[in-house]
């Protein structure tokens, strides 16, 4: 190659060739171009106009939340002023609602009275309960006693023809609140109990007691102690007596207004041919157990007295 040639080789050696696509090639290779001018996230307008949208975009988060403060606060004082209304209105107190069971326990009956059973028993002016039937007459005590025997006491066993009666307290029985009662009732002898002369006045009045404790009693957890068995003359009748006491263990927790009960049966034999009178009372504590004696004191039979010959 002549000295010409070579210079004129290095000459276009050293000149940038064009490419296909038409891009000028130099020596150095440039960094070719991602997007349109001033997108490099590099370039200091590009970071600033970012920042700037953030900066709006936590302003108007901001913005949000506090309104939403508000908002809230508003709906709760309004909620707030609602309810106070509201509790200026007076509530209208509604009764109790006492409802009867067909469980058997003794004095499971509505808060309501009990009726009256129809029978010819009378109060005198001496406040006096006079049993036609059973031709016994007894005290009819003070408030808040009433005449009346309650009528759930009347069972297969036992039908009662006069009596009066107390509200004790009440008391939760099967689930249902009761009423339960201190009572004075009177009668004849059921036909179920053998009886034949003034001999069997003991056994009998002991069977009696057995028969009255699970018809009246079972209702509540107790127990029952025998305090005595005795002889007595009712308006010169042979007569025997036999006083008992329930105690109530679970009392308390059962929520009963009394714990324990005095109990009284008298039987009193009439005369041949005629069915003995049976007297019958029981008085929880809280009414005053001391009736009990009163009532048992001032037992009378009409029947003329019987005599010894």
């Not at 040639?5 to 060739?17: D, F, I, L, T, Y």
């Not at 953030?54 to 913005?63: K, P, T």
């Not at 069977?207 to 068995?229: C, F, M, T």
């Not at 005629?274 to 157990?289: E, H, T």
Request: proline share 8%.
């Amino acid at each position: 190659m002549t000295p010409r040639r070579r210079r004129n080789h290095a000459r276009h050696a050293g000149e940038a060739k064009p490419d296909q696509g038409g891009t000028r090639l130099t020596g150095n290779m440039e960094r070719p171009a991602t997007g349109p001018p001033g997108s490099d996230p590099y370039h200091p307008r590009s970071y600033w106009a970012s920042y700037s949208a953030a900066v709006r975009r936590r302003r108007w988060q901001q913005g949000m939340l506090w309104l939403l403060t508000v908002v809230t606060t508003g709906v709760l004082l309004l909620i707030a002023g609602f309810v106070k209304e509201i509790s200026k209105v007076p509530a209208v107190a509604r009764p109790a609602v006492l409802t009867a069971t067909a469980h058997p326990a003794r004095r499971a009956a509505p808060s309501a009275s009990p009726r009256s059973k129809p029978s010819p028993s009378t109060a005198g002016p001496a406040r006096e309960i006079t049993d036609a039937s059973s031709e016994l007459s007894y005290q009819l005590l003070s408030r808040p006693w009433r005449q009346g025997c309650p009528s759930t006491l009347d069972t297969t066993s036992f039908s009662w023809t006069a009596g009066e009666h107390a509200v004790a307290g009440q008391a939760t029985i099967g689930g249902t609140v009761m009423d339960w009662y201190g009572n004075a009732c009177s009668g004849q002898l059921g036909q179920q109990f053998v009886y034949s002369n003034p001999a069997d006045l003991e056994p009998v009045t002991m069977s009696v007691v057995d028969a009255l404790e699970p018809a009246y009693y079972s209702g509540l957890r107790h127990y029952r102690s025998i305090e005595s068995s005795s002889a007595r003359q009712v308006s010169g009748h042979q007569a025997w007596m036999v006083t008992f006491v329930m105690t109530y263990p679970d009392a308390a927790s059962e929520g009963l207004a009394w714990t324990s009960e005095a109990g009284a049966v008298v039987l009193v034999d009439r005369g041949a041919d005629q069915a003995p009178a049976v007297f019958y009372a029981s008085v929880p504590n809280d009414l005053g157990i001391s009736d009990v004696s009163t009532l048992v004191g001032s037992l009378q039979l009409t029947a003329p007295a019987l005599s010894s010959g």
